[in-house]
T-cell receptor, first 110, second 117 residues
Framework: DAKTTQPPSMDCAEGRAANLPCNHSTISGNEYVYWYRQIHSQGPQYIIHGLKNNETNEMASLIITEDRKSSTLILPHATLRDTAVYYCIVRVVGYSTLTFGKGTMLLVSP | GAVVSQHPSRVICKSGTSVKIECRSLDFQATTMFWYRQFPKKSLMLMATSNEGSKATYEQGVEKDKFLINHASLTLSTLTVTSAHPEDSSFYIC?????????????FGPGTRLTVL
């Protein structure tokens, strides 16, 4: 079973920030938080990952709470092309396997 | 970023036939590749882990004699669905890991849609 809990769906208006939450209350000290997304009928795409500090790249920002029991993926200016299923995954670095949960279906509307 | 391709992108076959799906890492050598299966409106399920030059490691419940995996080179892994049946219809996705990547990142292919009639 996946070790994360995400809302099944979220809506966001185009141009607004999309904030996708993830609960991982049983995360271990050596586990990272990874985010992937899957656009319909495509393979998953890596977005970002972090351990305990907030991270930002060209796609998104990742905010991890101090107790590391939850995190939020932020798409600062959502576009229609960001409509996808977003997966939050916790994983030990050095361990290859990814376990996908059900994810959050983000629908960005005009 | 690293590029992984799959071929074919979609295939339709008759029940009882075998289908081969190719997964290639285009700009890096992948010592480890992974095969996933995704049923409609479901999440990805790992089927097997494939290491170059050795036998694949299958997840529990995945029939190794039905889903033959060959990873004969550092840039190519193949999944053969033998004696396919309608219940094997699914979206098959591969991913590849780039050696030396400190975070063991996986790069995914675009997927292959298999429909068995």
């Amino acid at each position: 079973d996946a070790k994360t809990t995400q809302p099944p769906s979220m809506d966001c208006a185009e141009g607004r920030a999309a904030n996708l939450p993830c609960n991982h209350s049983t995360i271990s000290g050596n586990e990272y938080v990874y985010w992937y997304r899957q656009i319909h009928s495509q393979g998953p795409q890596y977005i970002i990952h972090g351990l305990k500090n907030n991270e930002t790249n060209e796609m998104a920002s990742l905010i991890i709470t101090e107790d590391r029991k939850s995190s939020t993926l932020i798409l600062p200016h959502a576009t229609l092309r960001d409509t996808a299923v977003y997966y939050c995954i916790v994983r030990v670095v050095g361990y290859s396997t990814l376990t996908f949960g059900k994810g959050t279906m983000l629908l960005v509307s005009p | 970023g690293a590029v992984v391709s799959q071929h074919p992108s979609r295939v339709i076959c008759k029940s009882g036939t075998s289908v081969k799906i190719e997964c290639r890492s285009l700009d890096f050598q992948a010592t480890t590749m992974f095969w996933y299966r995704q049923f409609p409106k479901k999440s990805l399920m790992l089927m097997a882990t494939s290491n170059e030059g050795s036998k694949a490691t299958y997840e529990q419940g995945v029939e190794k004699d039905k889903f033959l995996i060959n990873h004969a080179s550092l840039t190519l892994s193949t999944l053969t669905v033998t004696s396919a049946h309608p219940e094997d219809s699914s979206f098959y996705i591969c991913s590849a890991r780039r050696p030396g990547d400190s975070y063991n990142e996986q790069f995914f292919g675009p997927g292959t849609r298999l429909t068995v009639l």
